[in-house]
């Protein structure tokens, strides 16, 4: 079955912990995206990966990296969080960029008190 | 630079009911437009998507939009709304080499017994 899987579902942290959302898709996907979905906002694309070794920031990088060693993972790092990136994250992945249907893993809601 | 606005944050249908949620965009060139569903707790999944072969376009769950190029509009509608539609809609725009599709701000349906 073609998925994007996302862990943990659900996370509380604490400000300034470094935290790591991981995300992987099994559908050999070269694109792949991480949005957060806030209230009234939509979804807003915070860093893009095209290929291996290749990223890219997105409409709200500040605070997020990412990485992408191998073409199925694409893990989210947040090095300090703060309680603004209380957010719901979504990853997504699709054979192209603009043009082609994006697949969804099921989100991650973070709280950070 | 492409948009997409929803208009109405919030729609309430009886169950029956034709549902109808509007979607404008806006794209410099011919875009790709999308309409994505959001039940509770789980990702977006794709409904529908218009890429220029026909303007009507059928999704599942018996949704239907229609491209309209003179409006820049491609509302969404389904003629009998289901308990089991409600949810929130997103819809989005992209364009080949654009790297992320734009998402409006999304309409939560609730269907009322």
């Known amino acids: 079955e073609a998925q994007v899987t996302q862990n943990p579902r659900y996370l509380i942290t604490v400000t300034g912990k470094k935290l790591t959302v991981t995300c992987s898709q099994n559908m050999n996907h070269e694109y792949m995206s991480w949005y957060r979905q806030d209230p009234g906002l939509g979804l807003r694309q915070i860093y893009y990966?095209?290929?291996?070794?290749?990223?890219d920031k997105g409409d709200v990088p500040e605070g997020y990296k990412v990485s992408r060693k191998e073409k199925r993972n694409f893990p989210l790092i947040l090095e300090s969080p703060s309680p603004n990136q209380t957010s719901l994250y979504f990853c997504?992945?699709?054979?192209?960029?603009?043009?082609?249907?994006?697949?969804f893993g099921q989100g991650t809601r973070l709280t950070v008190v | 630079a492409q948009s997409v606005t929803q208009l109405g944050s919030h729609v309430s249908v009886s169950e029956g009911a034709l549902v109808l949620l509007r979607c404008n965009y806006s794209s410099s060139v011919p875009p790709y437009l999308f309409w994505y569903v959001q039940y509770p707790n789980q990702g977006l999944q794709l409904l529908l998507k218009?890429?220029?072969?026909?303007?009507l376009v059928k999704g599942i769950n018996g949704f239907e939009a229609e491209f309209k190029k003179s409006e820049t509009s491609f509302h969404l509608t389904k003629p009998s709304a289901h308990m089991s539609d409600a949810a929130e809609y997103f819809c989005?725009?992209?364009?080949?080499?654009?790297?992320?599709?734009?998402f409006g701000s999304g309409t939560r349906l609730q269907v009322q017994p």
């Open positions: 218009y890429t220029s072969a026909a303007t």
């Open positions: 997504a992945s699709s054979l192209s960029q603009g043009a082609a249907e994006a697949f």
């Open positions: 989005a725009v992209g364009r080949t080499g654009r790297r992320a599709l734009t």
């Open positions: 990966s095209m290929n291996v070794e290749v990223t």
